[in-house]
């Protein structure tokens, strides 16, 4: 399982046409930058908060609809692009 990549710091996923990610995903916990850039994401594990390392997200051209509530954990994060998404609205948390 992907979550078993502990010490995985950077991870690019762009353009790889990706409908999900499993929720083992998240216990990615050294991941520091993320690129999910055009792919075919509706939304995001529920557990995406404790990304807790997780400072640069780029998840623009998706087709996200909401985040989880979980996203307002993710306090390292620094940068963060859901550009050309279909965002509804954002969690309370966020």
Do not use: W
């Amino acid at each position: 399982s992907i979550g078993g990549l502990t010490a995985l710091c950077r991870l690019d996923l762009h353009g790889n046409c990706l409908a999900s990610l499993p929720e083992s995903f998240c216990k990615l916990a050294a991941l520091v930058e993320l690129d999910l850039r055009d792919n075919l994401l509706q939304s995001l594990p529920k557990s995406f908060g404790e990304l807790s390392a997780l400072r640069s997200l780029l998840a623009q051209g998706n087709r996200l609809k909401t985040l989880p509530a979980s996203f307002g954990l993710l306090q390292s994060l620094k940068s963060l692009d859901l550009e050309h998404n279909e965002l509804q609205d954002l969690p309370e948390s966020f």
